[in-house]
């Protein structure tokens, strides 16, 4: 399975949600790949080189596309969470998105159809252009995480048309308090696919993102 989570403008948590993915849900491999155009930040967190990481892992696409490929170029993280850890420039990133999206075949798609195994992509603030959107159209759900007020949902409302057709499983992850989940389902045409209280703890946080893992895997629609 392939999930993406972003954020648009005005809103946080997408790293905070993709790393949570990768530690809580429930398959056997679990590997977050960061794909945020602006720039990786999680090799400077972890302490980590970038190498192996996502320019590697483009490099080697262009000639392998074994469904191992991708754990090959992946740091192991001591609770057996793998992460693929994207160049800080902007540039050597953005580099690197477009040679994964031109390789013959995808290494992110053929590591997610192994079963048991989840692939989590961090697209950051999403720029909706060519190789991002057709690096997020390869994931099975895209998870736009959002502010739950009218702020973040009115920024939302305004490009909810052109997100819904980025993805074949688009969905909203909402944080914080706010407006009730079937409300916002109506008026944006997006499921909420989970939500995530406002500076949650870690016992929170596991909660509502091993409830959102199941709701995908077992491909439910919007929470109530
Ligand atoms: N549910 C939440 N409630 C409150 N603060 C949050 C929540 N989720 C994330 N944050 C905070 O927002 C900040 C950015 O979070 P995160 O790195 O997940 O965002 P991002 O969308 O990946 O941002 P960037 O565009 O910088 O990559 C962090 O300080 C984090 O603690
Ligand atoms: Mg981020």
């Known amino acids: 399975m392939m999930i993406a989570t972003c954020t648009l403008k005005g809103s946080q948590g997408a790293t905070t949600l993709a790393l949570a993915l990768g530690t809580y849900s429930p398959a056997s491999r679990r590997v977050v790949v960061e794909a945020d155009l602006s720039g990786g930040d999680l090799s400077l967190r972890f302490g980590l080189p970038p190498t192996p990481g996502l320019v590697s892992l483009a490099a080697a696409s262009r000639r392998d596309s074994g469904s191992d490929v991708l754990l090959r170029h992946s740091h192991t993280l001591s609770d057996g969470m793998r992460i693929v850890l994207a160049p800080v420039e902007p540039a050597r990133c953005r580099a690197a998105v477009v040679a994964l999206v031109a390789a013959p075949a995808s290494v992110l798609r053929a590591a997610a159809n192994v079963p048991g195994t989840v692939v989590i992509?961090?697209?950051?603030?999403?720029?909706?252009?060519?190789?991002?959107?057709?690096?997020?159209?390869?994931?099975?759900?895209?998870?736009?995480?959002?502010?739950?007020?009218?702020?973040?949902?009115?920024?939302?409302?305004?490009?909810?048309?052109?997100?819904?057709?980025?993805?074949?499983?688009?969905?909203?992850?909402?944080?914080?308090?706010?407006?009730?989940?079937?409300?916002?389902?109506?008026?944006?045409?997006?499921?909420?696919?989970?939500?995530?209280?406002?500076?949650?703890?870690?016992?929170?946080?596991?909660?509502?993102?091993?409830?959102?893992?199941?709701?995908?895997?077992?491909?439910?629609?919007?929470?109530?």
């Open 121 to 224: 992509l961090d697209f950051g603030r999403v720029d909706p252009d060519p190789p991002t959107l057709a690096l997020l159209r390869l994931a099975d759900a895209l998870l736009v995480v959002t502010h739950r007020d009218s702020r973040g949902l009115t920024r939302l409302a305004a490009v909810a048309e052109e997100v819904r057709q980025w993805s074949p499983r688009p969905g909203l992850v909402v944080t914080g308090g706010g407006y009730p989940a079937d409300e916002i389902t109506t008026v944006l045409g997006l499921p909420v696919f989970g939500s995530i209280p406002r500076r949650p703890s870690r016992k929170q946080l596991q909660r509502a993102v091993t409830a959102l893992a199941q709701r995908l895997q077992n491909r439910e629609g919007s929470v109530r």
